[in-house]
């Protein structure tokens, strides 16, 4: 079973359905203490802004869940504002303290670009993780984003996407990832990484 994390700022839905398209049972979980320990892996959705994020993951107990989820070995993946939930800060509207299970720190995009970015754009594995085995480079996937991850450590980069910079769209180390795109919205490419977690289950 998967659980999704609902503080109140995530598609709860439509990553849901997605998951369930590719076989695997889902729980949507509120509170930390809703955890019961038998779950196979933990998903991080969210839309908005990082500090208020922090702030309902906080308020629910999961602050101090979800390190010692990670701890377990099991997947923990967080998808657009949860992959940024990720690292120690934002800039975003001030600046916030993350999770911290990922060095580094999420700026907004600069200069004449149009933000948020939003739409279909490239994704180019960096790379071969199992998680986009079967995702060619120049995939597209679906973005709404003002804000990215510099990641401090760059072996954390798994796959790189273009918009006026050269930003990680997803990231990774051992079981804990993070996908700057929604891959509920990204069609087969979108599917294909669920399945590709999904069968990492088994």
């Not at 998808?79 to 916030?96: A, K, N, P, R, T």
């Not at 990231?171 to 990204?186: I, Y």
């Amino acid at each position: 079973m998967i659980a999704i994390i609902d503080y109140g700022m995530g598609n709860l839905y439509s990553v849901t359905k997605a998951l369930e398209k590719m076989g695997a049972p889902t729980r949507i979980v509120a509170r930390a203490a809703e955890l019961t320990g038998d779950e196979r892996a933990l998903v991080l959705p969210g839309v908005g802004a990082f500090g208020k994020g922090m702030e309902q993951l906080r308020q629910r107990g999961f602050v101090e869940a979800i390190p010692g989820f990670v701890a377990t070995g099991k997947p923990f993946v967080g998808i657009c504002l949860g992959l940024q939930l990720l690292f120690e800060q934002s800039v975003e509207m001030g600046e916030y303290r993350g999770l911290g299970l990922f060095p580094g720190r999420v700026v907004r995009f600069s200069g004449d670009l149009v933000v948020p970015h939003m739409g279909w754009n490239q994704v180019n594995p960096v790379q071969p993780v199992p998680l986009l085995a079967g995702v060619e480079p120049g995939s597209y996937a679906y973005f709404v984003h003002s804000y990215y991850a510099l990641p401090a450590d760059p072996a954390l980069v798994w796959a790189t996407t273009s918009y006026g910079v050269e930003f990680a769209s997803v990231v990774g180390r051992d079981n804990v990832m993070g996908l700057q795109f929604h891959p509920e919205k990204s069609q087969s490419v979108g599917l294909r990484i669920l399945r590709n977690l999904v069968a990492s289950l088994k």
